[in-house]
């Protein structure tokens, strides 16, 4: 099966810089997603990482080690508004036969705090 | 990016009956799936919808209880079935694009009295 870990909760201060980090332990893996995900509304998509290293985007950078089975996402300058749930996802499967899946982790409740 | 529609946004619905939930996306899209998120939680992979063919159900998930059709590349449909207040969630319709990023339609609030 796929498992995937990540903090339940963390707190920032706005202006800040926090890293939200993601374990998994899968087979046939194929990328990692971030999603980030206000109360109430639907993930939105915020990173897709297929190969090791950092890309970064704006604010919001993330980083994978594919050996490691890691990953973080790292929020720079933090805002009230990114208050909100950080959700890792594993793309996983085999090509052949056009398996594909995408698992969820618990999500992390991010609280920013002036 | 693909935009997603789904019908209804939300309903409160009797125990023993069935709702049945429509996901439309603006383009065509190979991989698309179901969620559901109940409250407080992550998501959980109910099945993946195959166009033309029967869904592939997760494990916990069954064919009677969530019916699903795709009859295109662009529409499917979730039907939760028999309906009792577990299955009381958000479902989520999703869809993975040609270059692997993946969308989420708004979500259906479902509510079993």
């Known amino acids: 099966g796929q498992n995937i870990d990540q903090p339940t909760e963390m707190t920032a201060t706005e202006g800040a810089i926090v890293q939200i980090n993601c374990t998994y332990q899968?087979?046939?893996?194929?990328?990692l997603f971030w999603y980030q995900q206000h109360a109430g509304e639907a993930p939105t998509f915020l990173s897709y990482?297929?190969?090791?290293g950092l890309e970064e985007k704006g604010r919001f950078s993330s980083f994978l080690s594919r050996s490691k089975g890691y990953s973080y996402l790292l929020l720079k300058e933090l805002q009230m508004k990114d208050s909100a749930s950080y959700l890792c996802?594993?793309?996983?499967?085999?090509?052949?036969?056009?398996?594909?899946?995408?698992?969820f982790g618990t999500g992390t409740k991010l609280q920013v705090i002036p | 990016s693909a935009v997603i529609s789904q019908k209804p946004s939300r309903d409160i619905c009797q125990r023993g009956t069935s709702l049945t939930i429509q996901c439309q996306v603006d383009s065509q899209v190979t991989m698309m799936f179901w969620y559901r998120q109940q409250p407080g939680q992550s998501l959980t992979l109910i099945a993946t919808?195959?166009?033309?063919?029967?869904?592939?159900?997760e494990s916990g998930f069954v064919i009677d209880k969530f019916p699903i059709s795709r009859p295109n590349l662009t529409f499917s449909t979730l039907t939760v079935s028999n309906m009792s207040p577990e299955d009381s969630s958000i479902y989520l319709c999703?869809?993975?694009?040609?270059?692997?990023?993946?969308?989420f339609g708004p979500g259906t609030r479902l509510t079993v009295t």
């Open positions: 996802a594993v793309r996983w499967g085999y090509h052949s036969g056009g398996y594909q899946k995408v698992t």
């Open positions: 919808a195959n166009q033309g063919s029967e869904a592939t159900y």
């Open positions: 999703s869809v993975l694009d040609r270059v692997y990023e993946q969308y």
């Open positions: 990482n297929v190969l090791d």
């Open positions: 899968t087979s046939g893996f194929n990328g």
